[in-house]
Nanobody, 122 residues
């Protein structure tokens, strides 16, 4: 019942910045916990950042803490991931996800976008 569409990926040099967007439709956006995950070739999908639907709290993986910022605009049904100081190891397909639980685990999310490629060159 929820459709998620990511955008904003691309090719950037190390140290650069990129902002990802995730537009949601189908159900009330503000009632969902939103997360960003990423998956590199041959690797497991891993948690990046989350924005809980209540309390305005956020949570980040240690690998991106201090560099990435998740935010949401409920009025626009959109969640963002601002990525600064990008490193080659950030290269992956980035996925937006929505779920009813506060979680950092892939299995706990119910809806997923198609992904957007982020490539960071050295």
């Amino acid at each position: 019942q929820v459709q998620l569409i990511e955008s904003g990926g691309g090719l950037v040099q190390a140290g650069g910045s990129l902002r990802l967007s995730c537009a949601a439709s189908g159900r009330t956006f503000s009632s969902y916990n939103m997360g960003w995950f990423r998956q590199a070739p041959g690797k497991e999908r891993e948690f990046v950042a989350a924005s809980w639907w209540s309390g305005g709290s956020t949570y980040y993986a240690d690998s991106v803490k201090g560099r990435f910022t998740i935010s949401r605009d409920n009025a626009k049904n959109t969640v963002y991931l601002q990525m600064n100081s990008l490193k080659p190891e950030d290269t992956a397909v980035y996925y937006c996800a929505a779920g009813g639980k506060r979680s950092i685990w892939v299995a706990e999310y119910d809806y997923w976008g198609q992904g957007t490629q982020v490539t960071v060159s050295s």
